[in-house]
Nanobody, 111 residues
Framework: QVQLVESGGGLVQPGGSLGLSCAAS????????MGWYRQAPGKQREWVAT???????NYAESVKGRFTISRDDAKRTVTLQMNSLKPEDTAVYYC?????WGKGTLVTVSS
């Protein structure tokens, strides 16, 4: 079955950390560009970070220096480590490759 399944969302206080994981199946993971996007309430979905097959990463300016994307080709997973979280990071976070999307996982940053 071709799918992406996110996990790891939850409630965290401002300044805290949270790690998201995305498990892929049904795709040739080792050659896939993998990305994370997010959609805050009332806003459009926006790109967060991407990692290529050779591990080259790119980040949105809003998360650069705070978020880290990584991949494990053996486990077919991509991870988003989020540090120094801010209330404006509150959103549903989606894993993506090409035209395939996961269902998302909610991250809420609040005291």
């Amino acid at each position: 079955q071709v799918q992406l399944v996110e996990s790891g969302g939850g409630l965290v206080q401002p300044g805290g950390s949270l790690g998201l994981s995305c498990a892929a199946s049904g795709i040739i993971f080792s050659i896939a560009n993998m990305g994370w996007y997010r959609q805050a309430p009332g806003k459009q979905r926006e790109w967060v970070a991407t990692i290529g097959p050779r591990g080259i990463t790119n980040y949105a300016e809003s998360v650069k220096g705070r978020f880290t994307i990584s991949r494990d080709d053996a486990k077919r997973t991509v991870t988003l480590q989020m540090n120094s979280l801010k209330p404006e990071d509150t959103a549903v976070y989606y894993c993506n490759t090409n035209k395939l999307w996961g269902k998302g996982t909610l991250v809420t940053v609040s005291s």
